[in-house]
Structures are given as structure tokens and as C-alpha cells.
Nanobody, 123 residues
Framework: EVQLVESGGGSVQPGRSLRLSCGGS????????LGWFRQVSGKERERVVV????????IYADSVKGRFTVSQDEATNTLYLEMDSLQPGDTAMYYC????????????????WGQGTQVTVSS
């Protein structure tokens, strides 16, 4: 059973940074295509960073490009999302997901989801 647990969210002021973590059990990062998504109540789920897998091209959403950076630690089986220069528009519930596909480009490709962690950016 693949299980994903996000953590690291919170409430911060604009311009601050946060690092989200996605810990996995029942799987290895190297065996799945990973992605970060976010969703605001009343809106569709939005891609943040997708196609995270060794030897694949990581794709960042235009809205976060240059501010967010993804990384992973296979030793601890953890996926990270470093978020810098946070803006009010980044406020959302953030989810990590894993896909059995070699490449993953959207939420439709995701097979396993975490429970989400809330990020709130306000002054």
C-alpha cells in the first residue's frame, strides 16, 4: 500500500519561505513519477511541479517558476518543495502525488495522493 504524508505547511507573511515535505511508505521514490499540486476551495486542482523522476525533465508551473524548487532524498524516501518569495496567490492546500506512469503531467496521471498541507500567505 502506497502512503504519502505531506508536512511543513503553515501561515507566513509575503516574501517568506517554506519547505514542504512528502514522506512516503510502501514505495520508493525511484519507482514512481511524482508531482506537487495545489488547490483553493472552489477552484480546480492546479499543477505546481510535475514529472519529477530521475532522467526526466521536471516541469514547473509558470506561476512558481524561479521561486519554487523541488528535490528528493532517496535515503529518507522524502520529496521536498522549497518555496521562496511566497505571495498571497500561493495560498492553497498543497498535495504530493505519485504515478505509476513513467511520465506524469497532470492530476489525471496520479494514482496515490497525500492528505495535503495548508499554506497561507498573508500580511
Amino acid at each position: 500500500e502506497v502512503q504519502l504524508v505531506e508536512s511543513g505547511g503553515g501561515s507566513v507573511q509575503p516574501g517568506r519561505s517554506l519547505r514542504l515535505s512528502c514522506g512516503g511508505s510502501g514505495y520508493k521514490l525511484s519507482g514512481y513519477c511524482l508531482g506537487w499540486f495545489r488547490q483553493v476551495s472552489g477552484k480546480e486542482r492546479e499543477r505546481v511541479v510535475v514529472n519529477i523522476r530521475s532522467d526526466e525533465t521536471v516541469i514547473y508551473a509558470d506561476s512558481v517558476k524561479g521561486r519554487f524548487t523541488v528535490s528528493q532524498d532517496e535515503a529518507t524516501n522524502t520529496l521536498y518543495l522549497e518555496m521562496d518569495s511566497l505571495q498571497p496567490g500561493d495560498t492553497a492546500m498543497y498535495y504530493c502525488g505519485a504515478s505509476r506512469l513513467k511520465r506524469c503531467y497532470s492530476d489525471l496521471d496520479i494514482d496515490y495522493w497525500g492528505q495535503g498541507t495548508q499554506v497561507t500567505v498573508s500580511s
